[in-house]
């Protein structure tokens, strides 16, 4: 946790535009990577974050493909009706709005509830408050040649700063938590978004709803309730008690994918097909949507200049890796079914690192052992990696030749790299956002404060 005195450097804010938002409004990220409490922040997330995922797993949503399985458990137990309103609202500016002394009582409560005989992971309550405090008291950053200090919320660009909002967040939605839970209804949040279900009248609805945005000032939600919704990805429908979902695509959002003549390796284009397939079998609930999700997917490829001839062969490899390639020739509702429930019932990539990081309460030896143990078992001495930036002019063969040359040179009887594996990688050239968006501050005065004129 202790910062390197040669490389430390102050935080510095900059802004990324949000294309897929009407008006393309900025969001605001305080470059942490070297700050000086950039290691206690993440030394804070990795023990505090896998405690809250483990407390909140019945009313946190991990992403779409969950928020799914969660709606249709609820159509499958027969809580769904013609009248079941879906609910969603969203808390404004969540990260920056959080009170410091707000968040810390509401961490100290957490802590108190989770803790085994007075302490997490062998360190006290009070010492997790003061490194907590630490991080909170040193948001110092520079924007536009000037030093400011955030005085509320925390940082967007701090480890940590999701961890105590999702904490803080916890305390104030209980009382919608138990009241969902009362009336068997659907209750989760992702972040800073919240999607419930409920069979009340539409005013007593709002009676409820009007009743927590009065609960803290510092938190402010914008409402939508009706008998369709959209949350995260998904579209959602309750049709006569029927459930539907489909893909939802943002009124913003342009038809944009990587381009076919980028300088991306083929595999990067295949793989393009591949993901948006699967994403729309897992979020479309029939058939109908499913095929016209296809086709959005075919001509928004077609508009980044992939040849149709790659991309009906691709489409059709999907379909036959997956034995559905009737589903090409005849929309048949019940193969597809199938394919969904089978799809939408995997694991993602993102809840098997979920389920890999949850540790026991353990005391800070045990904790540090595992993490030295971790990290050995990541090391694999059989195999060399090589990354290198992509090119579709003079390096597009670079691969196959540092292959040829590893193996004239390196792989011979006897040789310590005679059973060493080279794994060749590519690293994505930077978009053009990565150029028109300006970053970094002259070092100067990231380093050399001192001699700066400051104005906090």
Not at 129 to 145: P, R, Y
Request: glycine share 4%.
């Amino acid at each position: 946790m202790y910062p390197t005195i040669e490389t430390i450097e102050l935080p510095h804010l900059y802004f990324i535009p949000k294309p897929h938002k009407i008006g393309t409004p900025l969001r605001p990220i305080i470059s942490m990577i070297r700050s000086p409490s950039v290691g206690i922040s993440h030394f804070l997330d990795q023990v505090l974050r896998p405690i809250f995922n483990q407390a909140t797993r019945q009313t946190t949503f991990i992403n779409d493909i969950h928020f799914i399985r969660r709606l249709e458990l609820y159509r499958n137990l027969g809580l769904l009706t013609p009248k079941t309103n879906f609910i969603t609202f969203d808390v404004t500016d969540l990260y920056t709005m959080i009170p410091r002394n707000g968040a810390l009582v509401a961490l100290e409560q957490f802590l108190k509830r989770h803790a085994i005989n007075g302490r997490i992971n062998g360190m006290t309550i009070d010492t997790l408050i003061k490194l907590s405090v630490a991080v909170l008291e040193t948001n110092s950053f520079v924007f536009e040649g000037k030093y400011y200090k955030q005085v509320r919320g925390g940082a967007m660009g701090s480890p940590f700063t999701m961890t105590l909002a999702n904490i803080y967040m916890l305390k104030w939605e209980q009382l919608l938590v138990e009241h969902q839970k009362a009336h068997n209804e659907l209750y989760g949040r992702y972040i800073d978004d919240v999607f419930m279900t409920s069979n009340l009248p539409l005013d007593k609805i709002n009676i409820i709803l009007d009743l927590v945005n009065r609960k803290d000032e510092n938190i402010r939600i914008t409402r939508s309730i009706g008998l369709s919704a959209q949350f995260l990805d998904v579209s959602a429908y309750n049709d006569q008690g029927q459930l539907k979902t489909t893909v939802f695509h943002k009124p913003a959002a342009a038809p944009y994918i990587l381009p076919f003549l980028s300088d991306h390796p083929r595999h990067v284009h295949r793989n393009i097909i591949k993901v948006a397939l699967f994403r729309a079998v897992r979020l479309c609930s029939h058939v109908e949507d499913f095929d016209e999700e296809r086709l959005r997917i075919e001509a928004t490829l077609l508009l980044g200049d992939y040849p149709p001839k790659f991309i009906s062969y691709h489409i059709k490899k999907f379909f036959q890796q997956n034995n559905v390639i009737t589903l090409l020739e005849k929309l048949d509702n019940e193969i597809y079914q199938e394919f969904h429930h089978e799809q939408i019932n995997l694991p993602t990539r993102h809840e098997r690192e979920r389920q890999g990081n949850q540790q026991p309460n353990l005391d800070r030896s045990e904790l540090s052992s595992n993490q030295t143990k971790y990290r050995r078992q990541k090391w694999n001495n059989k195999e060399i990696h090589v990354h290198f930036p992509y090119s579709s002019g003079p390096m597009e063969g670079f691969g196959q030749k540092l292959h040829q040359l590893w193996r004239h040179y390196y792989v011979y009887p006897g040789s310590p790299a005679h059973n060493v594996a080279l794994r060749i990688g590519t690293r994505s050239n930077k978009s053009l956002q990565c150029f028109l968006v300006k970053k970094r501050p002259p070092k100067s005065m990231l380093t050399d404060i001192n001699n700066t004129d400051t104005s906090f």
